[in-house]
């Protein structure tokens, strides 16, 4: 599947968590003495639009969980347990250990974080776990997360334990719905909404606060019917079918924030064409302030193409700018996300639906007669549904 540079390199690979029934396990064990760990959670869970997936619905909530050992010896975590309570009833079960676990835990020690890193903190030692806790289908929406994890420590003081986070309220706002900032067909979601995306562990720390704006942005590039994003010299901007498309506003409101007059980046060259800093991550971008703190943001348009300025009035539909391939970005591609401030580093990532689009069921053939070939095999309708990582979907 395609991979496009990001906002931030930061490609992790998670699993998700497996359910699983409280009912069935065993008690955890008390928590141990001296409680030697930190634990936080920076950003409150939303709950998201449901989104079809496999003839299902597939509602969730993304979270991340930092934790410090503030005791003398190490300590490794080899649970993590999820509750979803609705007025004390339980309605979400998850658990993860084992290679889950460890697919899901980051160190903050300069560790390869594109492989799965066994959860030990040394004293001292910090790490995030990154949470996306699907809901049941048909039962009530969870008021509170409850999150636990279970420690063996090592050293003089071993022992285990199982602590618990402090409850955690869940945002009961809505996700807000918007139009697609794009139109045509054959729109690939690259790094969308999941445990898996790049985007989803893009964490930036900014004046000494750790942010994931990302959190549930898309890289949108678009697809030929051969299903690749260019045909042609690939090294050439024009020969890629998302380039200079249209970008239009996702919802009333005023512009906030643009950057204009960063060069466009040789596409698959290696090499940007200017130095990356969290200045020029996104490259040329459009900030739109939504209203009830939440911000669109646009980004990687292409030089001289956008038509606002900070504090101009737009409306759903505008065209803002075209879609170009600056900044971060190894293609041709716009990054879209919804986020809590008029920043793309130092904000929050909020999830979205978009109002109407079609989800199409496809499969790229390579050898559909003699050629590559992208097949779609049927198409669904959608409304008010949050697109996840690599769908396929037409505006």
């Given at each position: 599947m395609y991979r496009i540079r990001l906002l931030l390199l930061a490609t992790i690979t998670s699993l998700a968590f497996v359910g699983s029934s409280f009912a069935e396990q065993k008690p955890p064990p008390p928590a141990p003495e001296n409680d030697p760990l930190y634990m936080r959670v920076v950003?409150?869970?939303?709950?998201?639009?449901?989104?079809?997936?496999d003839g299902a619905d597939h509602p969730h909530s993304a979270y991340e969980l930092y934790v410090t050992n503030f005791g003398k010896t190490p300590l490794k975590i080899t649970k993590l347990d999820v509750q979803g309570k609705d007025d004390n009833e339980v309605v979400v079960t998850q658990s993860a250990s084992g290679k889950q676990l460890a697919a899901m835990f980051v160190p903050a020690t300069g560790a390869d974080a594109s492989k799965p890193n066994d959860p030990v903190l040394k004293p001292g030692e910090t790490g995030v776990f990154f949470i996306f806790a699907d809901w049941i289908p048909d039962q009530s929406d969870p008021d509170t997360f409850d999150t636990a994890i279970t420690i063996q420590q090592h050293g003089e003081r071993s022992?285990?334990?199982?602590?618990?986070?402090?409850?955690?309220?869940?945002?009961?706002?809505?996700?807000?719905?918007?139009?697609s900032p794009l139109r045509g067909i054959?729109?690939?979601?690259?790094?969308?909404?999941?445990?898996?995306?790049?985007?989803?562990?893009?964490?930036?720390?900014?004046?000494?606060?750790?942010?994931?704006?990302?959190?549930?942005?898309?890289d949108w590039i678009q697809l030929g019917g051969d299903g690749k994003s260019f045909t042609g010299d690939e090294h050439k901007n024009s020969s890629y079918h998302a380039w200079d498309q249209e970008i239009r506003a996702v919802a009333n409101g005023t512009i906030a924030e643009v950057k204009d007059g960063i060069l466009e980046n040789v596409p698959n060259s290696g090499k940007t064409a200017v130095p990356i800093s969290y200045e020029t991550l996104a490259g040329n971008y459009i900030i739109e302030d939504l209203g009830d703190d939440h911000f669109a943001a646009y980004a990687h348009l292409r030089p001289g193409t956008l038509k606002v300025k900070a504090h101009d009035t737009v409306h759903a539909g505008d065209v803002l700018a075209h879609l170009g391939n600056t900044g971060n970005s190894s293609e041709p591609h716009l990054h879209f996300q919804v986020c809590d401030a008029a920043s793309l580093p130092a904000s929050e990532g909020l999830p979205f639906a978009i109002n109407q689009f079609t989800l199409d069921d496809y499969k790229i053939d390579k050898a559909h007669k003699g050629h590559q070939a992208l097949i779609v095999k049927s198409s669904h309708p959608m409304t008010k549904q949050e697109p996840m990582e690599n769908e396929l979907d037409s505006f």
């Open positions: 950003a409150t869970p939303y709950p998201p639009e449901a989104q079809i997936l022992g285990s334990g199982t602590i618990h986070a402090a409850e955690l309220n869940i945002n009961q706002d809505n996700p807000i719905v918007i139009r054959n729109w690939l979601a690259v790094n969308g909404p999941s445990n898996t995306s790049a985007h989803r562990r893009a964490m930036l720390p900014v004046n000494g606060q750790p942010h994931i704006g990302q959190r549930y942005a898309i």
